[in-house]
C-alpha cells in the first residue's frame, strides 16, 4: 500500500547541514531571511515569540515544535517587554556549542535546538508546496527525541552518517507532518490526507500511477460526484487532481531517470504513458528538456 505523504517526503532527499543549540536572555530580537531554506526549532526550556512574514505571530514554549519547509523571513525574539519594539542581534558564543542572543551573562529565558534541512530533489519546490506553509506541535516529546538524534548525527563525524541523517530527518519530517493539527495547515497534501474521501483518491493515484486515471473515476472512489469532488479537491489540496497526478507523475519519472539503467520507455510505463513518444512530449513540456537528455545530465557518476 502506497503513503502520499512518505513518497512525497522520501522524493524530497532531505539532507541536514546545519544545526545548533541557540539561547537568549534579556531584550534580544534576531531577524533571519531564509528563503526557501526549510527551517525547524524545538524548544528545550524557556519561551520565545517566532513571527513568520504573513502569518500570526506564535509563543513558543518548552516541548514546541516548528517547522518551516519553505522558510521565508521571519523573526524570533524573547518575550520580555521591549524585545518587541528593538532590534538587538548581539551574538556571542558561550562556552561549548551554545550561540547566545541578547545579554551574554545573564541566565537564559530560552534555550532552543535550531537548524536548516537542504532539499536535494530536482523536484523540491513542487513537493515543497503541497506541505503546510507552517507546522507547530505542541506535547510531542518523540519529535524532540528525532531532532536531538539528527542534531548528534549532524555534528558527529560516525562512519554512514549521511545515510543514517537522511533518514531520521525523512521520519522527522513526516512525524512533524502527521502530528500537526491538519485544520490548521494550508490547503496541500496534509490536509488532503485529513479527509477521509479525499485520502482514498490521493492514495489510489500513489498506489497507482500508471492507470489511465479520470475525475469521474477518482470521485468515485472519493464517494463524492465529479463536481463535488473536483471542488473539494481543489480547495483542500491546492491543485486540481489531474494537475496533481501530471506532477506526482513527472515527479516519479524524475526519480527513476536518475537511476542508472532506466530506459524511457520502461519509465513511459511506469508513470501511465502509453507509448515513449507521448511520455518524451509531456515530460519535456512540463519539465523543460526531453527524458533522455535528463536521464543523462543526471545518472549516477561512474565509478
Request: hydrophobic fraction near 45%; charged fraction near 25%; charge should be positive.
Amino acid at each position: 500500500m502506497s503513503d502520499p505523504l512518505a513518497d512525497i517526503v522520501s522524493l524530497l532527499r532531505p539532507s541536514a547541514p546545519m544545526s545548533k543549540v541557540a539561547s537568549g536572555a534579556g531584550n534580544w530580537r534576531v531577524r533571519r531571511e531564509e528563503y526557501g531554506r526549510p527551517f525547524y526549532c524545538v524548544i528545550l526550556e524557556g519561551r520565545c515569540r517566532l513571527v513568520p512574514d504573513g502569518a500570526a505571530p506564535l509563543l513558543l514554549e518548552q516541548g514546541d515544535f516548528v517547522l518551516i519547509p519553505a522558510a521565508a523571513g521571519f523573526t524570533v525574539s524573547g518575550v520580555a517587554e521591549g524585545s518587541q519594539a528593538r532590534r538587538d542581534e548581539r551574538v556571542s558564543f558561550l562556552p561549548g556549542p551554545e550561540t547566545r542572543h541578547g545579554d551574554p551573562a545573564g541566565p537564559a529565558d530560552v534555550r532552543m535546538l535550531v537548524g536548516y534541512c537542504a532539499f536535494e530533489s530536482p523536484d523540491a519546490h513542487l513537493l515543497v508546496s503541497l506541505l503546510p506553509r507552517l507546522v507547530h506541535v505542541r506535547g510531542e516529546d518523540r519529535l524532540a527525541t528525532y531532532v536531538r538524534l539528527v542534531s548528534e548525527e549532524t555534528l558527529a563525524a560516525r562512519p554512514a552518517r549521511d545515510v543514517v541523517q537522511a533518514r531520521l530527518l525523512e521520519v522527522l519530517l513526516i512525524e512533524a507532518l502527521r502530528c500537526g493539527p491538519a485544520s490548521a495547515a494550508s490547503p496541500g497534501l496534509v490536509r488532503g490526507l485529513a479527509d477521509a474521501r479525499l485520502a482514498a483518491a490521493l492514495k489510489n493515484m500513489h498506489e497507482r500511477p500508471a492507470h489511465a486515471w479520470t475525475v469521474g473515476e477518482l470521485a468515485k472512489a472519493a464517494a463524492l460526484s465529479r463536481s463535488a469532488f473536483f471542488e473539494r479537491f481543489s480547495r483542500e489540496v491546492g491543485v486540481a487532481p489531474m494537475e496533481y497526478l501530471l506532477a506526482w507523475r513527472m515527479a516519479m519519472a524524475k526519480a527513476l531517470l536518475r537511476r542508472a539503467g532506466a530506459g524511457v520507455a520502461a519509465v513511459a510505463e511506469r508513470v501511465g504513458y502509453g507509448s515513449a513518444s507521448a511520455f518524451s512530449t509531456a515530460f519535456a513540456r512540463h519539465v523543460g528538456v526531453p527524458p533522455g537528455r535528463y536521464a543523462r545530465d543526471r545518472a549516477p557518476a561512474a565509478a
